[in-house]
């Protein structure tokens, strides 16, 4: 490469597709590209799509769009799971040079130097239902300074009836467990010291691997001295069992803040959603872990105006939210999403009840937010600090508690960013 070309990215969507998109800026820098803000001018502009709803791909086509508006000669690079649900479509768009599927990330650096070499249109997208093969891509360094996103599995097997990962994404898939304890060894000698293992599919971790589990990738994160804290991203209630709750207990750097995945409180709505749980296993689930830890954090996400939802199951679904009584609740309104079987399923419900619900859940679950910080009030908190603000000009440090609780801290001589703060 002659001349140094700068490269500006935009990671649409969740976590996993964070990491993608910082280990993909890390091999462009190896390779001697300058990394600039999306806003900037740059020669090649890399959208790291999303496709989760309908509204997921028309902000990502929208995304493509704006860059090929900002810079016209610029090349623009349009990868993951948007291309990988439209690859055929998008081939014959204008605003898009370069489309790279999932599976295929780690090959930008070479696909971007052929495409300055033909100036020819590429295309990089593979069958992902038929390969068993985990993309290995691994940071040294990540956005966060303080916490670090650690990408473990991908894929998912579940095929919920509204879901289009599992198209998107292909089948469960693990990352070797030498790889990943490998990476948080680096990431801990650059001065992380919280990991949060992510996935697609999490629970599913450790499935398609002989000797491994979830667990044991866990207890062995846990023996990295610089490592203080370990956080699970979201859950699927099935994995939560006796043997798996007390070993994470007996863990002193596991945090207790656990995103179960609920989607809905209603028995024939969890059947229509394909969602492979009760009502009542859920709930096990929940006291298992209250058995077990001291008040933990519990987590959820909710689908509102799901297809065939009547009055009587959105009640069903409010009381057990007010029942389990979450920390924290993600309303989502039903949106169909084309290629998945909820789209033509009958009795799709209007608009204006899915905002009247929504509206409902989000007021349930601001009360119960404010209700289980409140049992902190009095004690001891530890923080680890992650960033500095302003306010009102004055400067706080803020971070989060091992149960997630976010606090702001006055700056003192005794606080700074990295570092762990107690205080009453």
């Known amino acids: 490469m002659n001349q140094i070309r700068k490269v500006g990215t935009l990671t649409l969507g969740c976590k996993v597709n964070q990491y993608e998109t910082d280990a993909v800026t890390e091999m462009?820098?190896?390779?001697?590209?300058?990394?600039?803000?999306?806003?900037?001018?740059?020669?090649?502009?890399?959208?790291?799509?999303?496709?989760?709803?309908?509204?997921?791909?028309?902000?990502?086509?929208?995304?493509?769009?704006?860059?090929?508006?900002?810079?016209?000669?610029?090349?623009?690079?349009?990868?993951g799971c948007f291309v990988q649900a439209k690859a055929e479509e998008l081939e014959n768009a204008e605003s898009i040079d370069i489309l790279i599927g999932n599976n295929k990330k780690k090959e930008i650096v070479s696909v971007l130097e052929e495409y300055f070499e033909t100036h020819n249109k590429k295309t990089e997208v593979m069958d992902l239902f038929h390969t068993k093969d985990y993309e290995e891509l691994s940071l040294k360094k990540q956005v966060e300074h303080t916490r670090a996103y650690i990408k473990v599995q991908d894929g998912c097997n579940q095929f919920c009836s509204y879901c289009i990962i599992p198209y998107t994404r292909g089948r469960a898939r693990s990352r070797k467990k030498e790889q990943i304890l490998e990476e948080i060894k680096s990431l801990g000698?650059?001065?992380?010291?919280?990991?949060?293992?992510?996935?697609?599919?999490?629970?599913?971790?450790?499935?398609?691997?002989?000797?491994?589990?979830?667990?044991?990738?866990?207890?062995?994160?846990?023996?990295?001295?610089?490592?203080?804290?370990?956080?699970?991203?979201?859950?699927?209630?099935?994995?939560?069992?006796?043997?798996?709750?007390?070993?994470?207990?007996?863990?002193?750097?596991?945090?207790?803040?656990?995103?179960?995945s609920l989607q809905s409180g209603c028995d024939e709505t969890l059947k229509r959603m394909n969602r492979h749980y009760k009502a009542v296993d859920f709930k096990e689930k929940a006291l298992l872990l209250r058995k077990y830890f001291d008040r933990p954090a519990l987590t959820?996400?909710?689908?509102?105006?799901?297809?065939?939802?009547?009055?009587?199951?959105?009640?069903?679904?409010?009381?057990?939210?007010?029942?389990?009584?979450?920390?924290?609740?993600?309303?989502?309104?039903?949106?169909?999403?084309?290629?998945?079987?909820?789209?033509?399923?009958?009795?799709?419900?209007?608009?204006?009840?899915?905002?009247?619900?929504?509206?409902?859940?989000?007021?349930?679950?601001?009360?119960?937010?404010?209700?289980?910080?409140?049992?902190?009030?009095?004690?001891?908190?530890?923080?680890?600090?992650?960033?500095?603000?302003?306010?009102?000009?004055?400067?706080?440090?803020?971070?989060?508690?091992?149960?997630?609780?976010?606090?702001?801290?006055?700056?003192?001589?005794?606080?700074?960013?990295?570092?762990?703060?107690?205080?009453?």
């Open 189 to 260: 000698k650059e001065g992380y010291k919280e990991v949060v293992l992510t996935g697609i599919h999490l629970s599913s971790y450790g499935k398609d691997l002989e000797h491994t589990s979830l667990l044991d990738l866990i207890q062995e994160v846990s023996q990295i001295e610089e490592i203080k804290r370990i956080r699970l991203g979201s859950l699927e209630p099935n994995i939560i069992t006796e043997e798996f709750v007390k070993a994470l207990k007996d863990n002193e750097k596991f945090c207790p803040h656990f995103h179960l």
């Open 28 to 79: 462009l820098e190896n390779a001697g590209y300058k990394m600039v803000p999306f806003e900037e001018e740059a020669d090649v502009y890399i959208i790291n799509t999303c496709s989760v709803t309908n509204v997921a791909d028309k902000k990502s086509m929208k995304m493509i769009r704006r860059a090929k508006k900002k810079n016209p000669d610029a090349v623009i690079v349009a990868m």
């Open 300 to 424: 959820t996400d909710v689908i509102v105006g799901f297809p065939g939802e009547t009055e009587e199951e959105f009640k069903a679904t409010y009381e057990f939210l007010k029942d389990i009584q979450f920390y924290e609740m993600h309303v989502f309104k039903f949106s169909p999403r084309k290629g998945t079987r909820a789209e033509s399923m009958e009795n799709q419900v209007p608009e204006e009840i899915k905002n009247q619900r929504s509206a409902i859940l989000i007021e349930l679950g601001n009360k119960n937010k404010k209700a289980y910080e409140t049992l902190f009030e009095t004690e001891e908190k530890e923080i680890l600090i992650e960033e500095e603000i302003e306010e009102n000009e004055k400067t706080f440090l803020v971070g989060h508690t091992k149960r997630y609780i976010r606090y702001q801290v006055p700056k003192t001589d005794k606080t700074a960013v990295n570092e762990f703060y107690s205080f009453v």
